[in-house]
């Protein structure tokens, strides 16, 4: 048995919580010691990751509208090869995954992975705090434990999912967000504000945000690409950035009042 890996994408943390804790049920139960590789950040993206055919990874990705991140997704194809087993991991807001496990599921594939077992689980939104509070629960990561024990068992057994088990298609439209009214609610310009009064310069937003788009020197500044994940948001710790745009917040509005009920978390093995 070679190693066990547990690779993600996590600017809030919800997706590093659920693939560690993944990798580390599958690796006890093989008798290993798990390894991580957090490529959130824009410097771990510039390297190859390449496994061989006794590993077995864990590759975790959060759903944004619906599909994986789209700025992120070609790094998936592209820096992540291997010719033993993956198990694609992907963390949804309450909403749906649509297809988001079906597109990392095809990805993996073509990185050369066989896929022993592939999983969604509900974490708490990124927009709001009103959405999927608190998951995963110990419950749900109780659950991803066992998910993971028998992805490990059905990798031993060499035992493979097809994309026909996958709910979903791997190349579908982008969910389009919607507004309160109905109509479709356009944020993609959007970009956080911040509040001067309270922010002291600290650099943890600029630290955290995983595009490395914000100026260090005057962080109200967005110097690239915003992907919404808010990261700079979550962890500034004196609340000082916010997302104040019209359109982003009667998107969150219509999630808080449509997506309320608790959504199932998706094991397939
Ligand atoms: C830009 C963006 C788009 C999102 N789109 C969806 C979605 O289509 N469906 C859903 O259920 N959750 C959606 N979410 C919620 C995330 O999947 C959820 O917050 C996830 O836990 C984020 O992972 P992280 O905590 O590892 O960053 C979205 C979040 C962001 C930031």
């Known amino acids: ?105 095809s990805l993996l594939q073509q990185d050369g992975f066989a896929i022993p077992a592939a999983a969604a689980v509900v974490g708490q939104h990124a927009f709001t705090a009103a959405l999927a509070t608190g998951r995963p629960t110990p419950e749900d990561l109780e659950a991803a434990r066992a998910f993971a024990v028998r992805a490990a068992e059905k990798w031993l057994d060499g035992a493979c999912l097809s994309q026909r088990d996958i709910p979903g298609q791997p190349d579908a439209s982008y969910y389009r967000p919607l507004g309160l009214d109905g109509a479709p609610a356009d944020f993609l310009r959007a970009t956080p504000t911040v509040d001067y009064a309270l922010c002291n310069h600290c650099g943890t937003c600029a630290a955290a945000c995983p595009m490395g788009s914000i100026d260090r020197d005057d962080p109200g500044k967005t110097v690239g690409v915003c992907i919404k994940c808010q990261a700079c948001v979550l962890k500034c710790r004196r609340g000082a950035r916010s997302f104040t745009d019209r359109a982003f917040l009667s998107h969150r509005d219509m999630l808080e009042r449509d997506y309320a009920r608790p959504a199932e978390n998706c094991f397939l093995v």
């Open 1 to 105: 048995m070679g190693q066990v890996t547990g690779l993600y994408f996590s600017p809030c943390g919800n997706v590093e919580n659920i693939v560690r804790t993944m990798a580390s049920a599958a690796a006890e139960k093989l008798g290993t010691e798990p390894q991580f590789v957090d490529f959130t950040r824009p410097m771990a993206r510039k390297k190859d990751y390449i496994f061989g055919p006794e590993d077995l990874v864990f590759v975790g990705l959060p759903v944004y509208a619906g599909r994986l991140p789209n700025k992120i997704a070609p790094f998936v194809a592209a820096g992540i090869r291997g010719n033993g087993g993956a198990v694609p991991v992907v963390c949804f807001g309450n909403r749906s995954f649509d297809n988001a496990l079906a597109e990392l599921f």
